[in-house]
């Protein structure tokens, strides 16, 4: 895995990644207790993790037990062990070209279609059933998550916002996660704002965001957002 691939000279550029969702989760208070001086959470979960520590070996880390032996930041370190590569070794695509582009250059705000779908997403029937209520909560939760759950204001630090090269992971879901997400963009349980400032822009980013979504379904994977420049 090339991560002297993520040029920081290049434009903005927002990329689903597939990944190992549960394995994000199980890392966190790892890496956190690490940075607190505790690296026994770390060296009992690479333990654990037989998988883990192998891919840490093979991308030439001698003692992956060890966290203060690693020399990466925690952003690159999240990165490098959770994302989901080919045979090759390569990054798995989610979705095609088309979406995948689309998805990664929106023209609005911060140029993450998941903020633009936040901010202008509403209840389908605000008088409906409790049921489509719940279901928008929902949606906008694990939309959340997924575009902010590893920023600076949920997690009170920017060590995964100011990785090598540029890289700053945003937030994750979970493959569990990217299935209710899916069914919930599918349903009919929410709309879109009369403020909406681009003509067709929720349509257009959620479709694409669907296609990503569908295809991290059927790999039974995760999903990590970040952003790069």
């Given at each position: 895995m090339d991560l002297d691939g993520l040029d920081g000279s290049t434009s903005p550029f927002i990329t689903l990644d597939a990944c190992d969702g549960t394995l994000v989760a199980a890392l966190l208070p790892a890496l956190e207790a690490s940075q607190a001086g505790d690296g026994s959470v770390w060296s009992k979960l690479v333990s654990d993790h037989t998988a883990l520590e192998a891919r840490l070996r093979q991308q030439g880390i001698e003692n992956p037990e060890n966290r203060s032996t690693i020399p990466w930041d925690d952003a690159t370190l999240l990165f490098t062990a959770v994302i989901e590569l080919t045979r090759e070794g390569r990054s798995v695509p989610l979705g095609d070209g088309k979406a995948r582009e689309r998805i990664g250059r929106f023209p609005h705000g911060d140029g993450s279609p998941i903020t633009y779908m936040i901010e202008f997403m509403r209840p389908n029937d605000q008088r409906g059933a409790l049921t489509e209520r719940i279901g928008m909560d929902v949606i906008i939760g694990m939309l959340n998550q997924l575009n902010y759950g590893l920023c600076d204001q949920h997690v009170g630090h920017q060590r995964f916002n100011q990785g090598r090269a540029g890289m700053d992971i945003r937030g994750y879901l979970t493959s569990e996660q990217v299935a209710h997400l899916r069914?919930?963009?599918?349903?009919?349980?929410?709309?879109?704002?009369?403020?909406?400032?681009?003509?067709?822009?929720?349509?257009?980013?959620?479709k694409n965001l669907l296609a990503i979504l569908r295809a991290a379904e059927r790999r039974d994977v995760g999903v990590l957002l970040r952003s790069h420049s």
């Open positions: 069914r919930g963009l599918s349903g009919r349980g929410w709309s879109v704002t009369a403020d909406e400032p681009i003509d067709g822009g929720m349509r257009d980013a959620s």
